[in-house]
Structures are given as C-alpha cells and as structure tokens.
C-alpha cells in the first residue's frame, strides 16, 4: 500500500488460509472504511504478481496480475473481501492460462462456477472472520486437481523476491534448472506476466519500501536493485509509483509528522 500512514480510516484485516489451500492461497483480506459524508479518500497499491478473487458491491470480480499501480476512490462506509492467490495458484481454479486476464478485472462468472453461492454466504456473514470462513468453505467445495507446477511457480516469484541479485531471466532459469524459454512458458501460463516484470515489481516494492523509512542513499539503492545508472532507477520508480523517489520518501515524512 503506497503512502501507508494515510489511511487511518481506513481497516486491513489478513487471515492466513486453512491447510488445505495454504498451496493455492496466500491470505484472505479484507479492507473496511467508514468515512464522513463528503469525504474521499484515494488508495494506491503496488500490485503483487497474484490474480485476487474479490467479493464487493454485491458481486464477485477476478482481480488478474495489474500491469500498473492500483488505485482506488473511497467513500462512505463499506468493506471487501478478496482471495489473494499465490503465484500461479488460481490457474487450476481458472483451467486456462492467467495471461488471459492480465491487467483485467472480469466478473467471476464469466471464468468460474457456482458464483452466487459464494457472493451469498461471503454477503450473509456479519464480519471479516465469518467471511473468510465463508469464501474458505466455496474454495474447498470447488477445490481443484493437484497441479504440482503450481509449487514451481512459488518457488520460481519466491526466488526473485528473495534474491535482489537476481535480475536476469538467465539467472533464474539456472536456479531453476529450467530453460529461459521454460521459464518464460511457467511465468506467461501460471503467473501470468513475465519474469522479467516480476524482477521489476519486486524491486520497486522494495524501492518504496526504503523511500518510505527515511533518508536513503539513492544512488546506492538504485546499484542495490541491479540497476546500472541512477536515472534508469528514477525513470522506473516514477513510472511505476507517479512520482520520483525524492519526492514519494517527502510525502511519507509529511505523513508522519502530520
């Protein structure tokens, strides 16, 4: 979540999954706000590279892999539920591959069965533990085949995500033991953008991250996070963030002594 300390109205709530999913789905979430009349609130996100399920507005929408941050107008008082899969974990839910919904948000009956029970339990429980309980008993009434290629690509993002050198298809695809065109045909049909977006992705959440907690030494964390020059870095982190690293690490310090 991007300018984190802004959101005092607004409620995250994350419950881990049963044993049964923890192999599909990485957490259930909820955000919950209640703001006065008249007031609006703008929420941003770096999105992960996972497909989202999400109950809100009274229906249930497929969330794929966003190509760009996310962002979001607030007001009055309501709340969401959403299904945050691992990488790669909804293509035995969805049966095709989840390049076909990258950068979209599609209504969940248009890729998935039996919606409306999940749009009526998820709506009839009265709070965030009752609602996950309710989207948990929809996932394992239509739990899915095994697909061990699902473990492939967790381990495959978690790699990226863990080893900033890391900055080359290449370099993965040895750790993987893979072929770079393997790789390439892992990440396009079960993460569902490419591996080199998720090099990327990771580096700017990790750049936010760092600008977010004070003073950073620009040039250093731009050779950090594999980048050649400093420009390059600051090109990168205004595309993907709107504005540049100086800039977003002045609006979080105003957060805090506001």
């Not at 049964?20 to 999105?47: K, M, N, Y």
Request: glycine share 6%; charged share 25%.
């Amino acid at each position: 979540m991007l300018r984190p300390r802004t959101f005092d109205a607004v409620q995250l709530s994350r419950v881990a999954p049963t044993a049964e999913l923890t192999g599909l789905v990485d957490i259930f979430w909820s955000v919950a706000w209640d703001l006065p009349a008249g007031e609006e609130r703008t929420q941003e996100t770096l999105p992960y590279p996972a497909v989202h399920l999400v109950v809100e507005d009274g229906t249930a929408r497929i969330y794929g892999v966003a190509t760009e941050r996310f962002t979001r107008r607030l007001s009055g008082c309501d709340w969401v539920l959403g299904v945050k899969f691992h990488p790669g974990g909804f293509r035995p839910y969805l049966g095709s591959s989840v390049s076909g919904v990258r950068g979209r948000v599609i209504e969940a009956t248009e890729a998935l069965p039996d919606v409306p029970a999940l749009v009526d339990a998820v709506l009839a429980a009265a709070d965030f533990a009752s609602r996950s309980e309710a989207a948990t008993g929809w996932l394992l009434d239509h739990l899915p085949a095994p697909d061990p290629v699902v473990a492939e690509a967790i381990r495959a993002v978690s790699l990226i995500a863990e080893n900033p050198a890391i900055v080359r298809v290449e370099e993965l695809a040895e750790r993987l033991g893979r072929s770079v065109r393997g790789v390439q045909r892992l990440f396009t049909d079960y993460v569902g953008v490419s591996p080199k977006w998720v090099v990327r992705r990771f580096r700017m959440h990790e750049a936010a991250q760092r600008a977010a907690e004070g003073l950073v030494d620009w040039a250093a964390l731009a050779a950090d996070l594999g980048y050649y020059d400093q420009p390059h870095f600051v090109r990168d982190f205004t595309a993907t963030v709107g504005v540049p690293p100086a800039r977003y690490a002045e609006e979080c310090a105003d957060d805090v002594s506001s």
